[in-house]
């Protein structure tokens, strides 16, 4: 856990200078400034006080600690390349099998195409960022282009497939998590 990180977020939250905070804990703006970047680690006294101006406690603030995490970077991302099917899988959350919905970025190459989805529980949308993607699901087909997106109910069977020599990109988002 980042103790540092998370004070600022929190004080960032209520809208708080360095300074404000270190007022309302009777403490100096450089202990706050050096706490945020972990350069000194407060004892839980002073922790506890800090909290509290924050408006939250010990307890909420280390099991909230779990899910702070609100902007992913690109060092975040998993791939999975299909070199049989010719597609890339780009996990843009980390570990977003465990949340009620699971974006990734799909790269289809040259006539490349997903694995079959049998019908399961749940919903699923996309967007095509780029090039352009057939649809099928159950006995239908629907071309989708740059721009344009899709949303479905999974009760049938379903996957995508690039008909074209370029590549198509693909913002999909399975509830629940499906990838």
Known sequence: ???GENIKR???A???TQQELADRCELTKGYISQLERNLTSPSIATLTDILECLG???SS???EAIDVKIVFKEDDIFVKEDEDDNYTINWIIPNAQKNKMEPILLE???FGKTKVDEP???EEFGYVLSGSIMLYYGHHSFKVKKG???YFKTNKSHYIENTSKNIARVIWVSTPPNF
């Open 14 to 16: 209520n809208s708080l």
């Open 56 to 58: 939250t406690d010990l």
């Open 61 to 63: 603030f280390f099991n």
């Open 108 to 110: 289809l190459g040259s």
């Open 148 to 150: 344009e997106s899709f």
């Open 120 to 122: 399961h529980e749940g």
């Open 10 to 12: 929190l004080r960032n």
């Open 1 to 3: 856990m980042n103790i």
